[in-house]
């Protein structure tokens, strides 16, 4: 995972949607500079707009296409998806081992087959639990490096 720190010039093309997966997300495009990025999906509804600096986690570095969330540097916002989104897959292996055992002796192949769809959903799952939480520490520590203290009250 990849940290990188851009100030939006200019924010464009901001529509709110639900993904496939009915996790709410905001699609947008920015310009920083010179550099200008289109169909970029932030998790969430997050307050975009020209001018604001964030601090966001990248999966691949430098594409924005696998934008995992960010830190708003103004007002503290992090836009993240949750660990809880990815649910689903726990839920399917569940729904596949319970459904795999009742096939097991009547059509052992069809079982076979549920059990390793299950796993291999659950699996999936299991890899955007553990990104969604890295990317949620990394901005957390992120906005903890940027806030300022004042230690003088301990002494």
């Not at 464009?12 to 496939?20: K, T, Y």
């Amino acid at each position: 995972m990849n940290e990188v720190t851009v100030t939006f010039d200019r924010v464009f093309d901001i529509v709110r949607r639900s993904q496939r997966n009915r996790v709410p997300c905001t699609e947008f495009g920015f310009q920083a500079g010179d550099v200008k990025k289109y169909g970029i999906a932030a998790p969430g509804s997050p307050r975009i707009e020209a001018g604001m600096t964030v601090t966001a986690v990248l999966q691949r570095p430098g594409d924005w296409q696998t934008l995992l969330g960010w830190v708003n540097h103004e007002t503290g916002e992090i836009a993240c998806r949750s660990a809880a989104s990815e649910v689903g897959g726990i839920v399917a292996l569940i729904f596949g081992g319970v459904w795999a055992y009742y096939l097991a002796r009547a059509h052992p192949i069809a079982a076979a087959l549920v059990l390793v769809v299950a796993i291999c959903i659950c699996v999936g799952s299991v890899i955007g639990m553990r990104r969604a939480i890295t990317a949620r520490r990394l901005l957390d520590r992120a906005w903890t490096a940027l806030t300022p203290r004042d230690f003088s009250a301990i002494a």
